[in-house]
């Protein structure tokens, strides 16, 4: 049983490396092969996001709504992060931030919201405007001033790109499954945080959510989309791996509560140490709920 144990992972190893590693790099006879698949590789893909299992109302004894903050400046969350220039870099590298803008102008993800209750969807047309900031400069306005038309060159556009992503705000559900006797995490949302587009060349600009995605409308295209894996570059996790699997660090900044759901720094101000170890506080109170659970 050993053996055959053994060589079953070794299969799935194999397996798996075959299916994410960058197709066919070590055949191409051009550059143009590079990534291109053969139809025997495409014969036996059967790649797709592990599908959740239905959970039954009445099997969730304890549940917690939280939403966390993705901090991109720590080392954990640069896969979320990288590569913010893509001019020099292949096609398929890119960073969480474009696969979400390339999916919701493509139509591949339909359902983006205005907050995290997704009460109020959005289309693209009208999130351009966090998304980008025309201006005209002053010679421009004397051109308008004096009756003229408007030169492209007195055209101030700024937009939002990948390196202005600050953080990434989360929404999950914490549940405890009386079933399988386990506490398990669902993520329910994800959103871009960026400085507000009118600002965003002050010191010290507020960061805003520039849109709501649901997670689970978003997850085929965050499957095909692949992280970068400092460990072994020929293996890279999916967004929606490193996501569900939550192979980065976040803090809490909000759970569902009597007060309105507010946050943290709504009763804990002006004190980051405090809050921090208020997120702690959050944390350890969702934990010990499943520990109590085999406490006689």
């Given amino acids: 049983m ?3 144990s053994f060589l079953l992972t070794v299969a799935t190893v194999f397996t798996a490396s075959s299916m994410f590693a960058q197709a066919n790099i070590l ?4 550059p143009e092969q590079i990534g291109v698949r053969t139809e025997a590789q495409k014969a036996v893909d059967n790649d797709k996001p592990l599908e959740y299992g239905y959970v039954d109302d009445r099997d969730i004894l304890f549940s917690k709504m939280v939403w966390e903050k993705v901090v991109l400046d720590e080392r954990a969350n640069f896969p979320l992060y990288y590569p913010i220039d893509t001019n020099n870099i292949g096609k398929d590298r890119r960073s969480l931030y474009d696969v979400l803008m390339k999916a919701v102008k493509d139509g591949k993800i339909k359902n983006i919201y205005d907050d995290s209750y997704f009460t109020t969807k959005r289309t693209l047309k009208d999130i351009e405007a966090a998304l980008v900031k025309i201006d005209t400069t002053e010679l421009g306005i004397e051109q308008l001033n004096a009756g003229e038309e408007l030169s492209p060159e007195y055209i101030n556009r700024r937009d939002i790109t990948a390196a202005d992503i600050k953080e990434y705000h989360i929404k999950g559900l914490w549940y405890f499954d009386k079933r399988q006797a386990e506490m398990k995490y669902r ?3 994800i ?5 507000d587009v009118n600002f965003i060349d002050d010191e010290e600009p507020d960061l805003v959510p520039l849109f709501w995605v649901f997670f689970p409308d978003a997850r085929e295209v965050l499957h095909e989309a692949k992280s970068f894996n400092n460990e072994n570059s020929s293996m890279p996790f999916s967004f929606d791996h490193v996501l569900n699997a939550r192979r980065f660090h976040g803090y809490i900044f909000r759970e569902e509560n009597v007060q309105g759901d507010r946050a943290v720094t709504e009763y804990v101000s002006q004190n980051a140490l405090m809050q921090l170890l ?7 109170k969702i934990r010990d709920f499943e520990l109590d659970m085999w406490t006689y």
């Fill in 2 to 4: 050993k053996l055959k």
């Fill in 27 to 30: 055949n191409a006879k051009s």
């Fill in 187 to 189: 993520l329910l949302g």
């Fill in 191 to 195: 959103a871009p945080v960026a400085p």
């Fill in 278 to 284: 208020e997120s702690e506080r959050i944390k350890d």
